[in-house]
């Protein structure tokens, strides 16, 4: 939110979480981040698709799916100095399951066409 208003900061924050921008230029940026909403159901419904393809229910794939990212981004919202890299680390075990989806993702360009989707989307803006 900018400029800071108290009344707005009420309502919003009996919705959830406020964050407050320190300029417009803030501002734009954390716009700029909403525009990932529609890229992240796409990843979840991907994920439910696929468990599905393994013989789950699409209630229990996608009510899991969702859980999973939910604990996942309530951890990182905790995070006292907000290095999300740290729970990167964390989670993954030289050699395991998670390791091998991180390179994998990351071999084929995955985390490079989100920064690219984002500069798109601010050049839209500006």
Request: no cysteine.
């Amino acid at each position: 939110m900018f400029p800071e208003n108290k009344i707005v900061y009420q309502i919003f924050e009996s919705l959830g979480s406020v964050v407050l921008a320190d300029s417009e230029d803030q501002l734009e940026a954390f716009t700029i981040i909403t525009s990932l909403m529609a890229p992240y159901y796409a990843i979840l419904e991907t994920i439910s698709t696929w468990a599905i393809d393994e013989g789950i229910s699409r209630k229990n794939a996608s009510h899991y799916t969702a859980a999973m990212f939910g604990a996942l981004s309530l951890i990182a919202q905790n995070l006292k100095n907000g290095e999300v890299s740290e729970l990167i680390t964390e989670s993954m075990t030289s050699g395991g399951l998670n390791e091998l989806a991180m390179k994998t993702l990351d071999h084929h360009g995955g985390f490079k066409n989100i920064k690219t989707a984002l500069k798109k989307v601010k050049k839209k803006l500006t």
